[in-house]
């Protein structure tokens, strides 16, 4: 009863600092005003993947058009792709789909963006739930379970991806469901909705479906383990439709059902007349301006986005690198190592999946050219492997004695990746990857951060991006005592769950 | 169907598949032309055929500095211009030696008591390696090195299960050949001779140890003892091939001199640099399960001590290889973190065996993982395979590693081919000229055509028509001679071209000439 209690405080509490730390602004700007600094740079949009996301939900809401307006255009690049004379997305569409409803919920309160932002904290707060659920199912117990999820989402680069506009919550969501359902008996309901999730997946981010690989293998052995019932087997048929809302997507915007976003040529900037024009960082080089002013010379092929000479590189970015780095902005990963020996031990049968989708992921965005992510916080491509890592946490903790020196480390490590992932969650997750950073000096003329020191800096200097703490915050707190007011309740609330946890072992 | 049968057959599938993958490979790169690539590969061709053919032909033609076998089992064959000028001569037996490999690392991983998927899981990740599949279809010895080095490992393994003399003299034997491919192999005699000792001495005594190190020895060291005697009795010099002009010594001392051999020296950038050629030869993911094989093979219980000793001269390569950049008796060039090139990159791919067996043990040990092994490797080989990612294939285009020598080739092939007149040219820089201008190695007087050379090198204007060669660059011994010599005046530049310069007798004098080999039986 204490420990139900306990987790339930704790939920609020995660939807509390959610809530305190989403990124946005009050109001619903016109296309026009999406570009000025105070929606785009200096505001919510500070990226360009969360400008191209948003870009399709405006445009399909506001224009009724799956092309852009030429001032949404402008707002899109450089991600913008070029089609048949018109602009178009250069991303899957399905965040854009999923976050409408809060878009248009947000629209009749005035917040339009903001809502649509805290829709992807919605999507956050469920996969701190399923984690906690799941590793419960592995054998972790209510409070271990519980911090897991609260591990997985303030301790990891999820945090700063939690209040912002990228794909990665939705697609560890679905990958979470996905798994939690395979835990239960299989039926065809449960069956048809792992495929309508893989499917789905792929609308989102395209490389979900190569992390979906092991998840349908999974599925099929299930199916095809399963007595009677063939009928079980159409359960792949719920493939089909979120295929045919992407096939019906590409073909509005692009004139090919089949085509993927990717293989758009790409705007990298629009001239006065609303023409694609040569970025300012390519004038006065020797680079081929062609492709700039005539994208449609441009040649991209999905398969050479990944390479296997990345791989070594990818891996040292993903682990070790002080821009990116697991060591630097999540080290408590790395104790997951506990609860996934225990289960290798024990012969449990969900981890060969979990492994599996942890180790697709991890290779998967090794294997791409751009492991940084492109001007980011933290490895935000591994989003789904800090959730199935935080389940082996959770039972790792469960599993291994509740000794001081264990629960110590556990602590110590919690509440520094807390504090690193409260900065780049309540700032900015605009650092720039390292191998940039000389480029960078020299245009700006002053020394270029691109560890988690530059988030800081931001503290410092009061640039938060906290809809909660631009709106009311700032009037009470300066930017350091808010980012301490939400670090408490993350670290209470953690450290109560583990002397919860310590005296549920006792009896 | 009984184990042994079905065992059999699987191996004999195993056979059948390398076999087609080794011919295909083959031809595929014969048919782009990338078999010849490599300045070195076009260097052992010619080595062997100036053994049969030339002005100075014999077996005293295997030279100095490059260890002899490969040379030598090319005889039989490179008579023949077409085995020569496409390769077949040398590739023929790395393509041999890539299958024997392959069913040695089966075999070995058979002594380790793994499943039939780990064999196979084991096999692929060797095969399906396009570093591999590529210098198996050339007349690099990388292949052959492996072949032999793993054959002496393998039998090290079973004389440590079983006790058997007869095991440890066939792994003495494989052992001595690989010491006359590569010098590779002197290390390799040197860690197994440790292995053999400890693990005699523990088992038994001191004094059995010491005749058992003897035995082996003397067997292993056998091809040592050879080419020590080699160099005395051709050279003059048992320390020739070490210390010689043409050395890797002398190379690299060069290299030093200049600047660039930064590892040299350096044991943190040696390891570096040779870690990254090993990641990138086994596209990472490989080299890392095999480590995470390799330390559960250490620790696994179920495994005798002298089985895991016996496993240890897997390793044997990786030390090798770190040791010789830092003594800097090797060089490697990894383009990003020495240069802007490649170089000997290829070097890398000698740990591609262990790593494979390591692979297949981790899928045996993985239990319910295994599927999850296995899938992963293969998802990083599909990429490999799709992007056609191979370090050894840019070295050979693109990097240090590679000659196009084709304008001055060019040149031979169209005014020297139906022109009498011998060509002066000096091999040790221009091998790749001598052997892409397609004319018969007698058309060359070169450093190994004795009298021939000292002649020509002294008159010149009485024995060449063409000279090859480097201008103004002293290390390239015709120009070191030939340009202090009064006949040189003959001569006219006909072309600059990269790599060589080409002169021309002025036809004045061409009637002076010496037109035909006059120089019978040499010794």
């Not at chain 1, 199912?137 to 999820?158: I, M, Q, R, V």
């Not at chain 2, 390891?271 to 890392?288: G, Q």
């Not at chain 2, 196009?404 to 020297?416: K, P, R």
């Amino acid at each position: 009863m204490k420990g139900k209690f306990l987790t339930i405080t704790v939920s609020i509490i995660a939807v509390i600092v959610l809530a305190g730390s989403v990124r946005g602004l009050l109001g619903n700007p016109t296309a026009s005003e999406l570009n000025t600094p105070r929606w785009s740079e200096g505001g919510p949009f500070e990226l360009s993947v969360e400008r191209g996301r948003f870009s399709v939900t405006f445009s399909l809401i506001e224009d009724g058009s799956f092309h852009y307006s030429i001032p949404l255009a402008r707002f899109a690049v450089p991600d913008l792709g070029y089609k048949d004379g018109k602009y178009v997305s250069l991303f899957a569409p399905g965040l854009s789909f999923l976050i409408a409803p809060g878009y248009l919920l947000g629209k009749l309160i005035g917040s339009g963006p903001l809502l649509s932002y805290a829709t992807v904290s919605l999507f956050a707060f469920l996969n701190f739930l399923l984690v906690g659920v799941i590793s419960r199912k592995l054998g972790a117990s209510l409070f271990t379970g519980s911090l897991a999820g609260l591990t997985f989402l303030f301790a990891t680069p999820a945090f700063a991806y939690s209040v912002s506009l990228y794909q990665h919550h939705a697609s560890t969501l679905l990958i979470l469901t996905s798994i939690y359902l395979l835990t239960q008996p299989p039926n065809f309901k449960r069956l048809a909705l792992v495929w309508f999730f893989m499917a789905f997946s792929f609308t989102v981010d395209y490389p979900n479906l190569v992390m979906f690989v092991p998840i349908a293998l999974f599925a099929l052995v299930k199916t095809f383990n399963v007595k009677k019932s063939p009928i079980k087997l159409l359960s792949v048929l719920a493939v089909v439709p979120p295929l045919v809302l992407l096939g019906y997507f590409n073909l509005k915007s692009y004139g090919n059902p089949f085509q993927l976003a990717g293989t758009i040529s790409g705007v990298r900037a629009i001239d006065a007349q609303g023409r694609p024009g040569v970025p300012q960082a390519a004038q006065n080089t020797q680079q081929d301006l062609e492709r700039f002013v005539r994208p449609e010379i441009q040649k991209k092929s999905a398969v050479n986005f990944f390479k296997s000479r990345n791989l070594l590189n990818g891996l040292y970015i993903h682990f070790i690198s002080p821009d990116r780095g697991i060591i630097y902005f999540a080290p408590i990963v790395i104790l997951a190592i506990f609860g996934a020996s225990y289960l290798f031990r024990s012969h449990h049968p969900l981890l060969p999946l979990l492994i599996s989708v942890l180790g697709i992921n991890l290779v998967l965005y090794s294997l791409w050219g751009d492991p940084w992510g492109g001007w980011g916080f933290g490895s935000r491509y591994l989003i789904p492997s800090y959730a199935l890592s935080a389940i082996f946490i959770g039972v790792g903790l469960s599993k291994s004695r509740p000794k001081p020196l264990v629960s110590a480390l556990f602590f110590a490590l919690f509440v520094y990746s807390v504090a690193v992932n409260l900065a780049g969650a309540l700032t900015s997750s605009a650092n720039p990857p390292q191998v940039e950073i000389l480029a960078l000096e020299k245009i700006s003329g002053m020394q270029q951060k691109y560890t988690v020191g530059r988030n800081f800096d931001h503290l410092s200097a009061g640039r938060l991006k906290s809809f909660a703490f631009k709106a009311f915050g700032s009037k009470y707190f300066n930017s350091w005592q808010y980012y301490h007011l939400i670090l408490f309740p993350i670290v209470i609330s953690g450290l109560g769950l583990l002397v919860g946890h310590t005296a549920y072992e006792r009896h | 169907m009984n184990v042994t049968n079905s065992s059999r057959l699987f191996l004999r599938l195993i056979f059948t598949s390398l076999v087609v993958l080794s011919v295909v490979y083959y031809l595929r790169f014969l048919q782009n032309g990338l078999g010849l690539a490599y300045n070195d590969a076009r260097s052992h061709l010619d080595i062997g055929r100036r053994v049969v053919e030339g002005l100075k032909p014999g077996l005293a033609q295997l030279g100095s500095v490059w260890l002899p076998l490969t040379h030598a089992l090319m005889i039989p064959t490179i008579g023949n211009d077409f085995m020569w000028h496409s390769g077949l001569s040398g590739a023929i037996q790395s393509m041999a030696a890539f299958v024997a490999t392959g069913i040695l690392i089966y075999k070995f991983l058979e002594r380790l008591k793994v499943g039939s998927l780990g064999r196979l899981v084991g096999v692929a990740v060797f095969a399906v390696n396009l570093n591999v599949l590529y210098l198996q279809s050339t007349a690099m010895t990388e292949l052959m090195l492996l072949a032999t080095m793993t054959a002496g490992c393998y039998k090290l393994l079973v004389w440590h299960q079983t006790d058997n003399l007869l095991e440890l003299i066939q792994s003495a034997f494989w052992i001595m050949l690989s010491t006359l491919i590569r010098y590779d192999g002197w290390f390799l005699l040197l860690f197994s001779t440790i292995l053999v000792a400890l693990h005699t001495w523990k088992k038994k005594n001191y004094s059995t140890a010491e005749g058992m190190t003897i035995i082996f020895c003397t067997l292993g060291g056998l091809g040592i003892a050879l080419w020590f005697l080699w160099n005395q009795l051709i050279f003059k010099d048992a320390l020739y091939f070490a210390f010689g002009p043409f050395s890797a010594r002398a190379q690299q001392a060069q290299l030093s001199a200049a600047g660039v051999l930064a590892t040299k020296g350096n044991l943190g950038l040696s390891t570096k640099i040779y870690f990254y050629a090993l990641m990138y030869n086994s596209y990472t993911l490989p080299a890392i399960l095999g480590l995470i094989g390799a330390i559960i093979l250490l620790k696994d219980k179920a495994l005798s001590l002298s089985t895991k000793l016996a496993s240890l001269t897997l390793l044997a390569p990786l030390a090798f290889n770190i040791l010789a950049l830092y003594l800097g008796f090797s060089v490697l060039f990894v383009q990003g973190l020495s240069g802007n090139t490649w170089f000997n990159v290829r070097y890398g791919v000698m740990l591609m065996p262990s790593i494979a067996i390591f692979l297949g043990f981790l899928v045996h040990k993985a239990g319910h993982l295994r599927w999850t092994v296995v899938g992963l490797t293969a998802f990083v080989l599909f990429f490999a395979m799709a992007n056609q990612d191979a370090v050894t294939i840019d070295d050979a285009r693109v990097g240090a590693s590679q000659k196009n020598v084709s304008e001055v080739a060019g040149f031979l092939n169209t005014y020297a081919k139906n022109q009498p007149g011998f060509i002066l040219i000096s091999a040790a820089s221009h091998d790749a000229i001598i052997f892409s201008s397609g004319l018969p190695m007698k058309r060359f007087i070169h450093e190994g055509t004795g009298a021939y050379w000292e002649a020509a090198t002294t008159a010149p204007e009485r024995w060449a028509r063409w000279i090859i060669m480097r201008t103004y660059d002293d290390n390239d011994l015709t120009w070191k001679f030939v340009s202090r010599t009064q006949g040189f005046s003959s001569y006219d530049l006909l072309f600059h071209l990269p790599f060589a310069d080409v002169y021309e007798i002025r036809s004045d004098y061409l009637s002076q000439l010496q037109y035909q080999p006059v120089f019978k039986n040499q010794k």
